[in-house]
């Protein structure tokens, strides 16, 4: 790498780090929130919390992805960072669920610039095998972010109330913006490709993408789940303390965080889509396992599997998109990744909700393994017939200057 991209990935991965911890810390202060019975009274306030905060990330980045060009994502990831940090601040005072819904819908305003930036921003600067490896370090980043999160949130929420882990978190994001943008001085974007000058295609984009979109989708709905209610599972159903809640998931999250670091050098031995279809197999067994277990060392070893398998799909999905996305499209493209992902998410957060009222807090963990079975059958099947998941690059690449896959 020259030091351009050395600070381009570092920035972004700074801002990756701080945005996905500002988004799992609420989720991670629930179980307290529903056990005071305060600010939260039923599983499906917390359904609640989320869809809404899912829905009106679909909105803002549906935005964002159609109107933001590269010239603007320096300063979009540092506007991003200063939303969430006031938010979080804010969300520390609340003293009702609707101040808790409003404040969270703040949050989830400012982490919707990230993913469809950032990854933009990644992918731009990084092709072939540089991709592979930024992706995975970019990610691994979101995941240390999320470990930190889990770990941190828990231990303070045990002593000092669920109060600080919200202010703590805030002032990181504030940090993050200085940070960030010290760090990204004076980076340059390249002038030859089409971004600037031609309009974003969505129904090029939503093509491209379609072959990705059973997994892509799987993906947001185990990360919706897991942050969801694997707390409460873990509180509600084996009666593990806050802090023992916060190891666990972020032993999880220490996985995925490994799994990220050496994606690239697993994919220099290892075709994408075989990655991909092992780790998927590897999530259906773990979550259902996870889901009927009683036994915490069981859980605890399956959350772990789980972990490394989940947090290997995400760059070796976002390292496909960014291989084969048109430059005018880069930015729609993965604004629409996010979305469906958030789909998913929103979707089966939602459902969870009830399915857990009504059937335990385990059940949604074996809705996920079920699902994630259905989309190893899926990705089975396009391996056959489709050249796009057996590597080659697609019919518009041909002949052009885009390296291929």
Not at 129 to 146: H, P
Not at 283 to 295: D, E, K, M, N, P
Not at 379 to 393: F, T, V
């Amino acid at each position: 790498m020259d030091r351009n991209e050395k600070k381009i990935l570092t920035s972004a991965s700074i801002y990756h780090a701080s945005n996905d911890a500002s988004v799992v810390t609420l989720p991670a202060v629930f179980p307290v929130l529903y056990t005071q019975g305060v600010l939260i009274r039923r599983y499906s306030d917390i359904g609640t919390i989320l869809l809404t905060g899912l829905v009106v990330a679909v909105i803002a980045q549906f935005i964002i992805g159609h109107s933001i060009k590269a010239k603007h994502y320096r300063c979009c990831l540092a506007l991003s960072a200063l939303v969430l940090g006031v938010f979080l601040i804010l969300m520390a005072s609340s003293k009702s669920f609707l101040t808790l819904l409003v404040f969270f819908i703040g949050v989830r305003i400012g982490s919707s610039v990230y993913h469809p930036v950032g990854i933009s921003w990644i992918s731009k600067v990084f092709k072939g095998k540089k991709l592979d490896r930024a992706m995975g370090i970019q990610s691994a980043f979101g995941d240390i972010g999320v470990l930190s999160a889990f770990v941190a949130t828990g231990y303070l929420t045990d002593r000092f109330g669920w109060k600080v882990p919200l202010l703590l978190w805030g002032s990181v994001n504030l940090t993050a913006l200085w940070v960030g943008l010290l760090v990204s001085r004076g980076t340059e974007f390249g002038t030859r490709e089409e971004t600037e000058q031609r309009s974003v295609s969505w129904l090029e984009t939503f093509s491209d993408l379609k072959p990705f979109i059973p997994p892509l989708m799987l993906g947001g709905i185990a990360w919706g789940i897991t942050l969801g209610y694997a707390p409460s599972l873990l509180n509600h159903k084996l009666h593990l303390s806050m802090s023992e809640t916060g190891v666990i998931l972020g032993s999880w999250m220490a996985m995925g965080t490994l799994a990220s670091l050496f994606y690239g050098k697993i994919a220099e031995r290892l075709e994408r889509s075989k990655i991909i279809i092992i780790a998927y197999s590897l999530i259906a067994l773990a979550t259902v396992a996870i889901g009927i277990s009683t036994r915490t060392h069981f859980t605890i070893i399956a959350f772990l599997i789980y972990g490394i398998a989940l947090f290997t799909t995400f760059p070796a999905l976002l390292s496909f998109v960014g291989s084969t996305t048109r430059a005018h499209n880069r930015t729609a493209t993965f604004s629409t990744v996010s979305n469906i992902q958030i789909l998913g998410n929103s979707i089966f957060s939602y459902i969870s909700g009830f399915l857990s009222d009504a059937y335990g807090i385990n059940i949604p963990f074996i809705v996920l393994g079920l699902t994630s079975a259905l989309v190893v059958i899926y990705i089975a099947a396009m391996m056959k017939k489709s050249r796009l998941w057996q590597g080659e690059a697609p019919e518009f690449m041909r002949g052009g200057d885009i390296e291929s896959i």
